[in-house]
T-cell receptor, first 110, second 112 residues
Framework: QQQVKQSPQSLIVQKGGIPIINCAYE??????FPWYQQFPGKGPALLIA?????SEKKEGRFTISFNKSAKQFSLHIMDSQPGDSATYFC?????????FGTGTRLQVFP | DGGITQSPKYLFRKEGQNVTLSCEQN?????MYWYRQDPGQGLRLIYY???????QKGDIAEGYSVSREKKESFPLTVTSAQKNPTAFYLC???????????FGPGTRLLVL
């Protein structure tokens, strides 16, 4: 119940494509859902986050869609660029702990 | 410049040796966290602290110890009891419970 399941494990798109990363959870006590972007050898950087009372949130080219009844949320990257190539982690917060998904390695080719 | 600093960037541990990883933040955050990341995997919580002089075990605390004597500092010691310490260690901080966590640049620990 404490898990966050993330898919796909890896994703390859061409420049301009819209990669979509999906996450699912079981614990309805989770109430904050951040996404992190991590480049090799660097710490994860907070990208965008959403609370379950909101169905969609946009920040620049990044959009989170949230389906509370299905207990699923996803990250869309509009007009993807080679510089977006990184590993993306979804996460969920329950009281003190941040529970991470297993990550999606995104490669965007020119 | 506000942020989280971790040092050193690379650390080498000899067999039977304890090593300490530094984490400092000047964001005035109350909560601090230590995670371990193995290659190609997600992050696992080692220890966390919501307030000075108090900390709790995470999911993989065995072989590690921490202290929180100052709000801005949360050092992690990898003891000789940790038999597989090679990993990327990440420190994070947040303003409190159910708030976004911000990460430092990480320390890569290698065993000689």
């Amino acid at each position: 119940q404490q898990q966050v399941k993330q898919s796909p494990q890896s994703l390859i798109v061409q420049k301009g494509g819209i990669p979509i990363i999906n996450c699912a959870y079981e614990n309805t006590a989770f109430d904050y859902f951040p996404w992190y972007q991590q480049f090799p050898g660097k710490g994860p950087a907070l990208l965008i986050a959403i609370r379950p009372d909101v169905s969609e949130k946009k920040e620049g080219r990044f959009t989170i869609s949230f389906n509370k009844s299905a207990k699923q949320f996803s990250l869309h990257i509009m007009d993807s660029q080679p510089g977006d190539s990184a590993t993306y982690f979804c996460a969920a917060i329950n009281t003190d702990k941040l529970i991470f998904g297993t990550g999606t390695r995104l490669q965007v080719f020119p | 410049d506000g942020g989280i600093t971790q040092s050193p960037k690379y650390l080498f541990r000899k067999e039977g040796q304890n090593v300490t990883l530094s984490c400092e933040q000047n964001l005035n955050h109350d909560a601090m966290y230590w995670y371990r990341q193995d290659p190609g995997q997600g992050l696992r919580l080692i220890y966390y602290s919501q307030i000075v002089n108090d900390f709790q075990k995470g999911d993989i605390a065995e072989g590690y110890s921490v202290s929180r004597e100052k709000k801005e500092s949360f050092p992690l010691t990898v003891t000789s009891a940790q038999k597989n310490p090679t990993a990327f260690y990440l420190c994070a901080s947040s303003t409190g419970r159910k708030k976004a966590q911000y990460f430092g640049p990480g320390t890569r620990l290698l065993v000689l």
